[in-house]
């Protein structure tokens, strides 16, 4: 009787609001939201977390998706290596797609790493503000970074997508992961609020630890959101703020605005960019490993390292640059030679041995696929390029001109010929596609000026025409698929689908 009513009393403290105390008992012993998000240096330590997940995703993943997946871009089949399906499917626009759900592994990597930011960004913004810090200041900064960083997981995923869930707050549940899709639109307005925060919140570059986001940054979002949007005018608002107050240069030399392998990081011109640091540490990346075309033998590819243990490698080779993107550098344009180079594998099977290469992150480093530089993400050249876009679909077609010119200028071209509406437009697309060359920027130029049809299906006409061209060997031919997938949005991953039922 007496075990019985013990038994009953305790059912009855589950099931009754006087049992809440006992409920909410937090274990002392173990990190929690609850035991660990106490002080400054908590929340330092927190934010630091927030940003890891971009390594990964920039190493790995974002280039697929949103480089190879244009015509700037293309793998150099390797038939003694095999093939690499999920990758070369989205290289070949032909993803399989099926009632909006897709089972490529890169998109399943992307979103998830994206919304592991955001995970890490909301239990940040969930507690922050119950927190009394010494300097509001600090507060800020670390608030600040927190929204720029959810804003800018939001952007990729909702440029990528079209429509995901949203989450604001930190997941409780498997029943609150299973949110509805957040509207295109609905995304838009987060993002938007989100990045307006941060650019009050953040300090501007100079004031900011190298590194982490600045106001400048938030800005730099902003004005991207914007761009998309077609809401020219705050776009020059926003890049007039920037150019006149925020500190940023181009880099004298066009090779100096992106990092080498432990100097030059963060440098004058460098907007937002992706640390790593090569070593033993964790923090290192291999890019370029993945891009160098292979089978390369190690004195093929030390020149290209300089690496003091070269080894030669056998792989699937991605990213590499195609002769669509070769042929749009203009005569003497200084960015060609410092963007790509060419390198001759003898073991290729193809009649042509020579191959380009993305050059401009194959710097010098001391182990084998064990680099250093940063990624870069935003750069004052593309600042100026937005404010270029924004006047000149304003009508300010001369005034567009101006900013046009700096980043031309830097290249050793001559002043633009343009000097209608129509043709700054497509003097300014073409200059972003050789300035901005394997950051991740042409899919989503493709995208937002509504030219993915238009371009890719002529590209991909040229791909099947003339598959020697396009790092074939003999014989070997694209997918009888290839080209046929031509949306604007990937499918969702397939295997988040299985856990909710709002896909």
Excluded at 194 to 219: C, F, H, W, Y
Excluded at 242 to 253: A, E, F, K, W
Aim: hydrophobic share 40%.
């Amino acid at each position: 009787m007496k075990i019985k009513y013990i038994a009953a009393c305790l059912l009855g403290i589950f099931l009754s609001g006087c049992g809440k105390s006992f409920l909410t008992v937090v274990p002392e012993t173990a990190l929690s939201s609850a035991t660990f998000f106490k002080t400054e240096a908590d929340f330092a330590q927190a934010v630091n977390g927030a940003y890891v997940p971009f390594r990964q995703m920039y190493n790995e993943r974002a280039w697929v998706l949103e480089e190879m997946h244009s015509d700037n871009t293309y793998y150099a089949r390797n038939t003694l290596y095999g093939a690499v399906d999920p990758t070369e499917n989205v290289a070949d626009f032909a993803v399989p797609t099926a009632g909006g759900v897709t089972a490529n592994d890169n998109v399943l990597v992307q979103y998830r790493l994206n919304y592991v930011v955001i995970a890490r960004a909301n239990q940040i913004l969930a507690l922050i503000d119950g927190i009394t810090f010494a300097s509001p200041d600090t507060k800020n900064n670390l608030k600040g970074q927190a929204l720029f960083l959810r804003a800018f997981s939001y952007f990729d995923l909702v440029r990528l997508f079209g429509k995901v869930p949203m989450h604001l707050t930190p997941i409780t549940g498997r029943n609150d992961a299973a949110s509805p899709l957040a509207t295109t639109e609905e995304l838009y307005n987060q993002i938007e609020k989100d990045a307006k925060e941060a650019t009050t919140l953040l300090p501007n570059k100079a004031k900011q630890e190298a590194g982490r986001a600045t106001s400048g940054a938030a800005k730099t979002l902003l004005a991207n959101l914007y761009l998309t949007q077609k809401k020219w005018a705050q776009v020059e608002t926003l890049m007039r703020e920037v150019i006149t107050n925020d500190g940023y240069m181009l880099m004298p030399d066009y090779n100096n605005a992106f990092s080498f392998t432990s100097t030059n990081k963060n440098n004058q011109e460098s907007v937002f960019e992706i640390q790593y640091m090569e070593g033993s540490a964790g923090y290192n990346g291999n890019q370029i490993y993945r891009f160098i075309p292979s089978p390369i033998s190690a004195a093929e590819i030390l020149p290209l390292t300089g690496t003091s243990n070269a080894q030669s490698t056998s792989q699937e080779s991605n990213n590499i640059p195609t002769p669509d993107l070769i042929a749009a550098y203009e005569p003497g344009d200084k960015r060609k030679d410092i963007s790509i180079g060419t390198v001759v594998l003898s073991g290729s099977l193809r009649a042509n041995k020579t191959y380009p290469y993305i050059k401009k992150y194959a710097r010098p480093h001391s182990q084998h696929n064990n680099t250093g530089q940063n990624w870069p993400v935003y750069r004052y050249a593309e600042v100026l390029l937005f404010m270029a876009e924004s006047l000149n679909e304003q009508g300010k077609t001369a005034d567009a001109a101006t900013y046009l010119n700096q980043v031309r200028t830097r290249a050793g071209l001559a002043a633009t010929t343009a000097t209608s509406q129509a043709t700054m437009r497509e003097a300014i697309f073409k200059e972003r596609r050789v300035e901005l060359a394997f950051e991740n920027k042409r899919w989503f130029d493709l995208t937002r000026t509504g030219r993915v049809k238009e371009i890719i299906g002529a590209y991909g006409a040229k791909v099947k025409a003339n598959p020697a061209d396009y790092y074939f060997p003999a014989g070997a031919v694209p997918p009888p698929n290839a080209f046929t997938v031509l949306d604007d949005y990937y499918g969702l991953p397939a295997v988040e689908a299985a856990l909710t039922p709002s896909f």
